[in-house]
């Protein structure tokens, strides 16, 4: 009789997830994939990098069925593909690619390539000579508030036959490279889905009007792929938007109908997703914001398998195994698409067959990854909580030479990614926190204003490792010099975080002035009172939006501008505009930017315009929201008393939590 193993335990647990399934002639061994993500680790010239093996050989490797590799160029004569995004468009390429496939199947993956065109999507200024191409001429299109394109171009009919062939060519190579598939980029803001889009194709040829027409192009594209004998029927994927989220734009019944013309055109499989590029719209976010629920794009993904007998796969924030497994069981869906998930934790899929969730490192969908591209920045994806990310090999933990006793001071996100490496290394590790809990600085702050909850994912992670390594924690020790001279460790680590910045604002040590962290903490109770917030920045907005909720009328006083707040929160898709855009909208909050506080008195405070122009407002409360300092004390206390001190964290410059885990991540690793 065979034992059970930890394997078995996941797989009987998520039998759909685990079920090995099919595209075409692929066989794939489960449910789960890997959806293209655009990483900007490419070379100069646009090739596959070394970061890009190890990418996605660490993805293949954590067990997911099939990678999609991210967004690549078929043809720059037309459009140019961002530095630092992948080329498919010479000969040239093929041999790096093939290295990358090589890689991936040697996991045991399958894997895919994204062919896409940019079409009107450009970083401007666009390069000398080039013009941004589409259907039809547009003039200012947004993407993402901070990439767009002027003045674009329309293709004549004899420049699309071309791009057809060109993705035929394209093709080509990748099967040269031994991809197993190709995914044909239909979705969000590129030339395909600029053809499908009402609210840009204008043509009144072939290739515009109708549905049949607007989605000509692409199906000219898949007939080229597949009526091509060389390629020898290479499954092709066709990524689309279920519905065009705009005013006026095609509705989920007209994305069915495309759909249906898609499949007869010959494609194998179809993958759901959503996207204009207008950030403001809703749920036609392509990446969403942290207060979108798991699988919130499901209904166009069960609408689109409704019209169609090809497999669908389903994307949009799947975090949970149990989640992936209820979903595929409701036959909603085919596959599930893991993007962020992947980027956070590369190996969900081993960790859900030997039924490990409490180990998942989950994706809070705070958009740090995505930022890249919000900020029209062109560097290196990056993951806030996974400081591997793009950085597999200097990240992988190695036992440590030499065995320590590592003293870590405060039990904060630094403090705890620290303990975590240094305890899976081997080291002797004390963790010890001066709260009752570990993470009730600022961590325990991060999920309370609406929409943040999953934060606390982040939360139970670091404390459900630390609870399972080898690492002695003491809660309730406040430690000082003395009692680190007395435990004599060999490593000391100082990550004693920040604390509220107290203005020196006459008044401000009154009984009516409480700091956003005794708001959001709790230790303070609000409500149905007349609040100003002192401070529009992150903890400020999140603290109003607390407040608004909780029935105050809230004032912000911000020395800063509107503008300043517009360009700090960025054109994001994460839920800072939400939550901008939602305090916008609420009566109940006013803005008063350019602003300061003169003095704070019983009643009421005094602020004083840049210009010099005086006011008084009546308020119950006061809420400081200006900003932390660091708790620097026994960090300078302790300078040349330990042999190994490491100050990692907030308490060397107040930040976030990327910075903070990379700290962590960073010294852990070395000592
Ligand atoms: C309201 C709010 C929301 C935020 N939201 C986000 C967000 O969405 N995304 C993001 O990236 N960042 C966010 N941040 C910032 C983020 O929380 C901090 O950058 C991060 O927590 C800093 O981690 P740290 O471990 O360095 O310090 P802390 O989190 O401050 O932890 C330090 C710990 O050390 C303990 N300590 C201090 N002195 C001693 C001592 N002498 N002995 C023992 N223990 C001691 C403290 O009790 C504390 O638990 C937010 C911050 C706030 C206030
Ligand atoms: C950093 C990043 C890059 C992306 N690049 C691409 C891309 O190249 N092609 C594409 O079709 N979608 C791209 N997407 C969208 C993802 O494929 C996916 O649809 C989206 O992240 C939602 O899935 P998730 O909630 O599981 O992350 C990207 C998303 C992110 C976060
Ligand atoms: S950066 Fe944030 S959204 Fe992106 S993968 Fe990491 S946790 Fe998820």
Known sequence: MRSTTSLDVGTNMFPCLFQPGRIGSLALRNRIVMPPMGTWYATDSGAVSQKHIDHYSERARGGVAMIIVETTTVDTGLGV???????????????????????????????????????????????PGHQPVGPSPAQGLLFCGSLLSRDVRELTVEEIQGLVESFGVAAFRARRAGYDAVEIHGAHVYLIAHFLFKSMNKREDKYGGSVENRTRFAVEIIRRIKGDASLEAMPVIFRLNGEETVPGGYTLEEGQAIARLIEEAGADALHVSIGTG?????????????????????????????????????????????????????????????????????????????????????????????????????TPVRCAINPSLGRERQFRIEPAAKLKNVMIVGGGPAGMEVARVAAVRGHRVSLYEKGQELGVGQLRLTWIAPGKEKMKWLHDFLTTQISKLNVEVFL???VDAEAVKAANPDVLIVATGSRPTVPPIPGVDGRNVVTAHDVLAGRVTIEGQKV??????????????????????????????????????????????????????????????????????????????????????????????????PVAELAEQLQGEVAEVYVIGDVCEPRDIASVIYEGALVGSRI
């Open 81 to 127: 593909p961002p530095y630092g995004l992948l080329r498919i468009d010479s000969d040239r390429y093929v041999m790096g690619h093939s290295e990358l496939v090589e890689a991936v199947h040697s996991y045991g993956a399958k894997i895919a390539l994204q062919l896409n065109h940019p079409g009107a999507w450009v970083i401007e200024p666009p390069p």
């Open 278 to 378: 207008n950030e403001s719209e809703g749920i036609g976010q392509t990446v969403s914001p942290m207060s979108f629920p798991q699988g919130y794009l499901l209904p166009h993904a069960e609408a689109i398998k409704s019209a169609v007998k090809i497999p669908v796969i389903a994307v949009g924030a799947f975090r949970e195994p149990e989640f992936v497994e209820s979903t595929l069981r409701s036959g909603k869906a085919d596959f599930i698409a893991l993007g962020r998930q992947l980027l956070a934790d590369p190996e969900w899929v081993k960790k859900a067959a030997e039924g490990r969730m409490e180990d998942i490192r989950k994706c809070t969908s705070c958009n740090y990854c995505g930022s890249t591209i919000e900020r029209g920045m062109i």
């Open 476 to 478: 309730n020790s406040n």
């Open 532 to 629: 100003a917030v002192l401070g529009q920045f992150s903890t400020g907005a999140e603290t109003v939006d607390f407040l608004a909720e909780r029935g105050n009328t809230v004032t912000i006083v911000a020395r800063s501008s509107a503008e300043c707040l517009a360009q700090y929160n960025g054109p994001l898709l994460g839920a800072r505009v939400e939550r901008i855009l939602r305090l916008q909208r609420n009566e109940s909050v006013t803005v008063l930017n350019g602003w300061d506080v003169k003095e704070i008195s019983e009643g009421e405070v005094v602020i004083v315009s840049e210009e010099g122009d005086e006011q008084t407002l009546p308020v119950d409360t006061v809420v400081l929201a200006r900003g932390v300092t």
